[in-house]
């Protein structure tokens, strides 16, 4: 969508520049959909146009507080379990096909998927995210290159950094979030699940999942410290590399570092998708939902906002008769 808008209908750059902006978004950690607006902001108005790529988070910011208060107020009555419990099943159908999609690009060949498969391994075995992420760019890099290698309360400043550091080294889809948030924070199955839904189903990026764990852990200034925490990394990784895309695409020790940590993020998502469809799959109803979802998915490439919407209304229809 971003291309058809700043390449094809308003010419503001070439293919070819377009291009080089997304491998440097690739090279760093952080939303890369986001990134890419502040990139594009960057090329066309300078300093202002790169502030403004911040507006890109706002809607989805203000969405998803509100539908995080709305989980809070509401999220334990009857008619909202329903909704709930025919979302998840369809996210973990998302989920998959998400993984599905990111595989033929990501998993290059024998050492690359040995890689994913490690990484859910380890995952599974309870090892941290970030040494199975940065240990698998390392170990790429030593094979390829053949050579080694505010005043603010306590809880909210834990916080903040807690998804600082998340938005700082998060490489890779968005779909990795669940991992980092799964591990970070003392959160059911369920809840994770709901904020993933919340984040999946209301527009802009999916980081914007953060805004909802804030505010279940501390409300509404939760939620703000949250948002900006995790999109903070963005705008300094962007305001840097920006000036050095040309000479990032060309390294050939950060292509090595990329291709490792995304195998892994794979790997990552492959394991986070495992325990929680435990949890958002556990009858014959999402079971056959999930299913359903996997096939429309992959049959008709429909979008996945409609998926989340239909399982919400095909459980509230099931309640309600």
Avoid at 10 to 22: A, P
Avoid at 46 to 62: D, E, H, R, S, Y
Avoid at 71 to 91: D, H, M, Q, R, S
Avoid at 157 to 174: E, N, P, Q, R, T
Wanted: hydrophobic fraction near 60%.
């Amino acid at each position: 969508m971003l291309r058809e808008e700043v390449v094809t209908r308003r010419k503001w750059m070439s293919d070819e520049e377009f291009v080089d902006l997304l491998g440097a978004t690739n090279l760093i950690p952080g939303p890369n959909s986001t990134e890419m607006v502040l990139h594009c902001g960057f090329v066309r108005a300078g300093w202002w146009g790169f502030l403004a790529g911040g507006l890109f988070i706002v809607p989805a910011a203000i969405i998803v507080a509100a539908c995080a208060w709305a989980y809070v107020a509401f999220g334990k009555t009857p008619a909202a379990e329903w909704i709930l419990y025919g979302i998840k099943p369809v996210i973990i159908a998302v989920v998959v096909d998400a993984i599905a999609g990111l595989l033929r690009t990501t998993v290059k060949g024998p050492l690359t998927g040995t890689l994913a498969l490690a990484a859910v391994v380890l995952y599974l075995s309870g090892v941290n995210e970030l040494a199975i992420l940065f240990g698998a760019g390392v170990l790429m890099i030593a094979l390829r290159m053949k050579t080694p290698m505010l005043a603010v309360t306590p809880e909210l400043l834990g916080l903040f950094f807690s998804f600082l550091k998340i938005g700082a080294v998060l490489y890779g889809s968005g779909y990795v979030l669940l991992a980092f948030i799964r591990g970070e924070f003392a959160l059911t199955d369920r809840q994770i699940l709901d904020a993933v839904a919340i984040g999946q189903f209301t527009p802009g990026p999916l980081f914007t999942t953060a805004t909802f764990v804030g505010y279940l852990i501390g409300s509404w200034p939760g939620a703000i410290v949250a948002t900006i925490a995790i999109f903070l990394p963005s705008f300094v990784f962007v305001a840097i590399t920006n000036p050095l895309v040309p000479r990032m695409r060309q390294s050939r020790v950060m292509s090595a570092l990329l291709d490792g940590v995304n195998a892994a993020a794979i790997g990552l998502m492959a394991g986070v998708t495992w325990q929680l469809g435990r949890s958002a799959v556990v009858d014959w109803f999402t079971a056959t939902l999930a299913i359903i979802a996997a096939i429309v998915l992959v049959r008709w490439k429909i979008n996945s906002a409609w998926l989340v919407l239909a399982g919400a209304l095909i459980a509230v229809i099931v309640r309600l008769f």
